[in-house]
């Protein structure tokens, strides 16, 4: 019986360390799994955060432009209004 036992005993290792490679992969594919929806999560987050500086650029690419028409048009204003300061002066008023 005791020979019995320990063969027992002895082909039962295998399995035990079938189970314990097993226990293993198991913690490794939910290790996966958890590291690959955070991996998802943070692309989406970072693909809105992209969205949202494309508009912020496309918004400053406009106030560029407007900054950029204003300034022309100040630099018409300033050309007339120096002009007609020079025609004060000519009439000698």
């Not at 594919?29 to 650029?57: F, G, H, P, S, W």
């Amino acid at each position: 019986m005791a020979k019995q036992a320990v063969a027992r005993t002895v082909d039962l290792e295998p399995i035990d360390r079938l189970e314990d490679k097993i226990k293993l992969l198991v913690g490794m594919v939910t290790r996966l799994r958890a590291e690959q929806a955070k991996a998802a999560e943070d692309n989406t987050r970072l693909t809105q955060e992209i969205a949202a500086l494309r508009a912020r650029l496309a918004d400053s690419d406009g106030a560029t432009a407007e900054t950029a028409a204003l300034r022309d048009e100040r630099d018409v204003i300033r050309a007339r209004v120096t002009d007609m300061l020079q025609q004060l002066e000519h009439l000698s008023l």
